[in-house]
């Protein structure tokens, strides 16, 4: 798993076991707390 932290945007990344898949979940703070931006899923293809 990776994070990704910035001032107003914030990003967990999980990585399937096999190293095929990505799965990060975005956040954004436009104010004084943080909300959901975007759900991603990336699958490499060969």
């Keep these: 798993m990776w994070t990704v932290t910035g001032e107003t945007e914030r990003a967990r990344i ?3 076991s096999d190293g095929r898949t990505q799965t ?4 954004w703070r436009p104010k ?3 909300l959901p931006l975007c759900d991603r899923v990336a699958v ?3």
């Design 14 to 16: 999980e990585f399937s």
């Design 32 to 34: 004084d707390r943080w």
């Design 44 to 46: 490499r293809t060969d």
């Design 24 to 27: 990060p979940t975005w956040e």
